[in-house]
């Protein structure tokens, strides 16, 4: 992604987080920039668009951040752990990008009106749904050798995936937190899901 794209869709991540994604305008999007409404359209062709590659950028960050920690060949509640204490960081070090998603994707399936915007908000469910397996696979896993206690998997699988994005309701950075916090947050929410699923 080029610098200046990136660069308008961090704008739009943070106008959305503030105003709404429903009442921002691509003029807002542009006062944030300190640039023309033909910058955005440059590489956005509707505040649609916008929208969903924001909310697809925010899967990415996650994506990218759990990826690397998978093994297979570790025992599930040690690969769990790895995986949270992964996605954590990735989605409060790219926060406006996930207040986005919570605040938009039910009005985006209702109101996407070109095919592109269709064509994105199935790419937006594909990755969601890409994302939930990599935690369902490790949590099937688990139960299938003992170290999760056997239960409906969907209800414990977005329970777990519940828990660990709910600081993305309340978490606001703050200049004196320390990388220990995050740490300290990781494990803690890690430890958690674990419990909740032992």
Request: charged letters at 15%; hydrophobic letters at 50%.
């Given at each position: 992604m080029s610098?200046?794209?990136s660069e308008v869709l961090d704008a739009a991540a943070e106008v959305f987080m503030t105003l709404g994604a429903e009442a921002a305008s691509i003029d807002d999007v542009a006062r944030h920039l300190g640039a023309t409404k033909g910058r955005i359209y440059h590489h956005f062709p509707s505040k649609g668009v916008l929208l969903a590659e924001v909310c697809l950028r925010?899967?990415?960050f996650a994506h990218r951040a759990v990826h690397p920690v998978l093994d297979p060949d570790l025992p599930p509640d040690v690969q769990l752990r790895q995986m949270?204490?992964?996605h954590i960081p990735a989605v409060l070090g790219s926060l406006p990008y996930h207040k986005v998603i919570l605040q938009s994707f039910v009005g985006m399936s209702q109101k996407?009106?070109?095919a592109l915007e269709r064509s994105l908000l199935a790419d937006i469910r594909q990755e969601r749904k890409a994302y939930e397996t990599l935690f369902r696979d490790v949590i099937s896993r688990g139960m299938a050798c003992?170290?999760?206690r056997?239960?409906?998997i969907s209800?414990?699988?977005h329970s777990v995936l519940l828990m660990v994005n709910a600081p993305v309701f309340w978490y606001q950075p703050r200049a004196e937190d320390s990388t220990d916090f995050m740490t300290d947050l990781s494990e803690q929410l890690a430890d958690m899901a674990v419990a909740a699923l032992q």
């Open positions: 610098r200046a794209k925010a899967a990415d949270v204490c992964a996407s009106t070109t003992g170290a999760f056997s239960q409906n209800v414990a699988l």
